[in-house]
């Protein structure tokens, strides 16, 4: 899939072909102009010395307004900018294309993120663009007002052929710029049409790509293309003054927005001038925001992604519209696709980690491995199918963002676990999180980060109360506190000495300290896989004060959790239909788990045993809280996490052996077979 159509999937939108002719040779659609203040508008934004504006410019000086407004269509529909976004009208057909579009063509009724409503109509028979869906989530109307929908009416008139399509494009623009032209004077952040990031995405993806897609039909009338190009107009007025708000995901939107509109209409009086100002800051942000390594610092793959999207969109439209990008941008791009694709899992799964959902970019990252020449991707990418192998062990350290993901190959059914040892991240996006660990056995989830629910409506206590706070993760809790919130952003990558990578294992650590508590604690976790067999895990407590410490693994609600009993709590975790499944196993020779439970869907006392694998959807999921009293001093608790098949258990072992103020030594037998491992903390 391309950058382009990468870009509107943010935006709800479906894959456009290109090509190019000539507008058909009827005038019906030349209408005359749109709302009176919306012309005034119109001719006040455009350059009307540019090149082709001399029947424009005839009409004005003649004083017919409707004749100079019909002129201004004529000249988009029969230019030769945006050539990249301009194709043939499909061949005439009466057919359906189904689905959501035609709920949206025929009842008004959409489906964001699973929120399914009907949007209601106001007095004048327009829509209620503020309307907030059918839980009261202000997300619903953010999505509504980012247009995705003008794609899909795209996609169906050329799968179909039916005119209907584009009259339903037709007549949401008219409404829409009708009720929300001019834009606002200042920066609107909440419960509107114009917040930055909306912007950002209609003129970074769904208005240039619709408005040039529909040029050669007679059902986009000129009142309605006037009054869009209009919009286009205050759409980059708006981004220009206001393009720096919001965090690092939303910049690239806005600024991507602002760099599209200058880039497609360079008729607008101040093109120029917002093309170098969105190069300059995009630029900035990408340097300033993405580490060194090449993961965007909110620390979530999907922002990554969106942010990915939108910085790699607009290197493609610099480069189609025939400027040269800055090769900066370029360098910072491929790195961000490698973060991608060498963090996926065997079946091209990225992590759920922060505010992210569950996403297969497999097929994204095969086109990027096509475009840049990675064939090192492809192979990720096809599960070893494809390509060619990476160079050396196949997991990666992503040494400023805090990343480990580990892994024992790249083919199916392949071993996989991604342990977070960084900062937050540097918006709202990130979770308290530091030092969980997620585990995955080819398309088998395991272990998991229970997700991000929702930032408004219903489920927003969820996230808020339990998705984004460590209660919702693979860590510990003392006291019942969650962690602190700081770093939020790396200063520095990690240092060499706290983590590696060997043919035959892996090993990071790393600590935290918690909010509220009473005195003062420190947990360290340090973590060693043994490639292709199993992972050790050591938590180490410090503190000041006597403590109860909660150890929490949070399994997927596709498997089934079973605990020994109270004096030997091993547990199982097994996938109720492939039979794979991991074995927790505490280890004995120092602090002991008193208890282990098993919470499932529990909402008291607090929030336990839920998954939210996307945004607005979740589950009862089962998991594990082992619980302990601890004294002054240090505690080390230690873990195996062994893979199963069958449905069979491990019968695995292991006991701390020796334990001093840096190190731990412990003995392991899995199979059979006695390792012992001496593990900094």
Known sequence: MSARSMLLWVAMGGMIT???????????????????AITTLLFSSLNLSFPGFDNVNAALKAGNQTAACNAVAQYYADASTASWLRKAAPRP?????????????????????????RVPRNADGGLDWLFTGPVNDDEFCYALNRHGVWLSFNQAWFQTGNAEYAAAFDKRVADWTTHNLPGPTRNTEKNTTWRTIEAGIRAGGSWPTSFFAFQNTDTFRASTRCAMIAGFAEHGRYLNAFGDAGNSNWRSMQYNGLG??????????????????????????????????????????????????????????????????DPRMKSIVEKMFNYLAYTLDSDGVSPLNSDSDTVNNGGYIRDAASKFGRPDWAYIASSGVNGTVPDGPPSAMFPWAGQLVSRNGWEEGSQWSWFDVGPRGSS????????????????????????????????????????????GHNVLLLDGKQQISTPAKAITALANDTWSISDEQDRARASITFEGIVGEATHTRSLVYQRGKFWVVVDRVITDHPRSVEG????????????????????????????????????????????????????????????????GSYTPSPTLSYTASIPTGSSTFAWVLVPTFGGVASAATGRITMSNDT????DVIVGGQLTTYTIAL
């Open 663 to 666: 190190h731990v030594v412990l």
């Open 552 to 615: 929490l693994w949070h399994a997927h609600p596709n498997c089934t959790v079973t605990v020994a009993d109270a004096a030997h709590p091993a547990a199982r975790v097994v996938d109720n239909e492939t039979k794979i499944g991991i074995d927790v196993i505490p280890l004995t020779g120092q602090q002991q788990w008193a208890a282990a439970t098993i919470f499932k869907g529990s909402s008291s006392p607090v929030l336990q045993g839920w998954y939210s694998p996307n945004y």
């Open 260 to 325: 599209m509109v200058s880039l497609v209409f360079p008729e607008l009086n101040h093109a120029d001038e917002w093309y170098a100002h969105a190069e300059t800051q995009i630029l900035a942000d990408m340097e300033s925001g993405v580490y060194p390594d090449g993961v965007e610092d909110e620390e979530t793959s999907m922002y990554h992604k969106v942010a990915l999207i939108n910085f790699d969109e607009l290197l493609n439209d610099v480069t189609q519209s025939g400027r040269t990008p």
């Open 18 to 36: 290109t090509s190019n002719t000539a507008h058909a040779d009827s005038t019906t659609w030349l209408d005359g102009c749109p709302h009176p």
């Open 93 to 117: 057909g009466t057919s359906r294309a189904g689905g959501g579009v035609d709920a949206v063509l025929l009842n008004d009724t959409y489906d964001f993120y699973g929120e399914v409503g």
């Open 428 to 471: 709202s996006h990130g979770h308290l999180d530091k030092l969980h660990l997620s585990v995955r056995i080819g398309t088998v989830r395991l272990l998991v980060d229970s997700g991000r629910f929702s930032y408004d409506g219903n489920l927003a206590h969820f996230r808020e109360s339990y998705g984004a706070i460590s209660a």
